[in-house]
């Protein structure tokens, strides 16, 4: 006989006339469980019945797994249940089944633990189904056992196993996983390679899958990706700091331009009162000779001047742009979007969710 525990939900109480108050502690005595595979909502319903009066039901999720063992003949046990809030909407329960198990015997694809692809393929049907695993000798071994117990979690496959009995179930290797890899860069390998694999087969032969892929993170992937993350973060206020004292700079160089372009001008505008004071017929008229004399020397002053201030001109302009592009880094921004490694990592520790076993 196989014992299997099942972390379910009681829901739906709000439908029932039996209600708890907080505080209330049900013993496991008093609940017991009944199938209801004439439910109009869910052909899995299993009802959840305490002191004989109904109380709700199991959550879908669960009532999937729960149901078929229970129609195969297996017994169950339900722990005791405290109520901590008397207006919660579901509430946890701990569930024992006892079953008797066929012994499933899954094919070994590999020598040894080894991560990669595979395809669970089935005879006389084109499509494939695809999935990853850091243990593919392991992980068909629970999808052999999950089918056996009519549990699994793709109907597809489940419906096709209760047909033929299991017969003409096989599977292999698609791609072996790349050695040497670091848990987080062999969560991204078989979550990327995965997905290639089931678009390739759903082009050629079709796929049972009905999800796509996910990354499935383990602690020591979590634990790379949030250092990758403090990294990015810490490098991130760096560049910042960085941008600033850069900002502070160019300011600096932007106002000694300005101040020196503001001198040139001034220094232009009055060689060209020389010049036109000792030129034209205002010089013919007014200027002496000495004015005369010192003519070519001032044109040249002032061409020297105008190479200067367009110069000058281009530098202030050329700085005023890189200051301005630094602002605009700096700026703060109404809808911040963090950067990829920072949204998975905190994706993945909000709730500590289960990764989604292919």
Do not use: C
């Amino acid at each position: 006989m196989a014992r299997r525990r099942f972390d379910a939900a009681l829901v739906g109480m709000r439908y029932n006339s039996l209600q708890f108050a907080e505080g209330d502690v049900i013993p496991a005595s008093e609940i017991t469980l009944e199938r209801q595979p004439g439910n109009e909502h869910d052909p899995n319903a299993v009802a959840v019945r305490v002191r004989a009066g109904l109380a709700g039901h199991l959550d879908r999720k669960s009532a999937r797994m729960v149901a078929p063992l229970l129609d195969g003949g297996a017994t169950f046990e339900v722990g005791g249940v405290r109520i901590d809030k008397s207006d919660r909407t579901s509430i946890p329960l701990k569930i024992w089944l006892t079953y008797d198990p066929e012994r499933p015997v899954a094919p070994r694809v590999a020598d040894g633990r080894l991560p990669g692809i595979y395809a669970i393929s089935i005879a006389s049907r084109s499509p494939r189904y695809i999935g990853q695993a850091r243990d593919m000798n392991e992980r068909l071994r629970k999808h052999w056992e999950e089918l056996t117990l009519g549990v699994h979690h793709n109907l597809p496959l489940r419906d096709l196993w209760r047909e033929l009995g299991g017969r003409g179930f096989t599977a292999d290797v698609v791609e072996l996983a790349p050695k040497d890899l670091t848990e987080l860069a062999l969560s991204q390998w078989l979550h990327d390679r995965e997905r290639h694999w089931m678009d390739d087969y759903e082009s050629r032969v079709g796929t049972f899958n009905r999800a796509p892929p996910e990354i499935v993170w383990t602690a020591s992937a979590k634990a790379e990706l949030s250092m990758e993350a403090r990294v990015a973060a810490a490098e991130r206020k760096q560049q910042r700091i960085n941008d600033k004292a850069r900002e502070s700079e160019l300011e600096a160089d932007l106002t000694g331009l300005e101040r020196e372009l503001a001198n040139r001008r001034t220094a232009l505008n009055e060689v060209n009162v020389q010049v036109r004071n000792a030129s034209g017929i205002r010089g013919v008229l007014f200027a002496g000779s000495t004015q005369k004399a010192a003519l070519p020397r001032l044109v040249e002053r002032r061409g020297a001047l105008e190479t200067e201030v367009n110069s000058i001109v281009a530098q202030v302009a050329a700085v005023r742009k890189q200051r301005d592009s630094i602002k605009q880094v700096l700026r703060p921004r109404t809808t911040k979007t963090p950067p990829k490694v920072v949204l998975e990592a905190m994706i993945m520790t909000s709730g500590n969710r289960k990764a989604r076993k292919s």
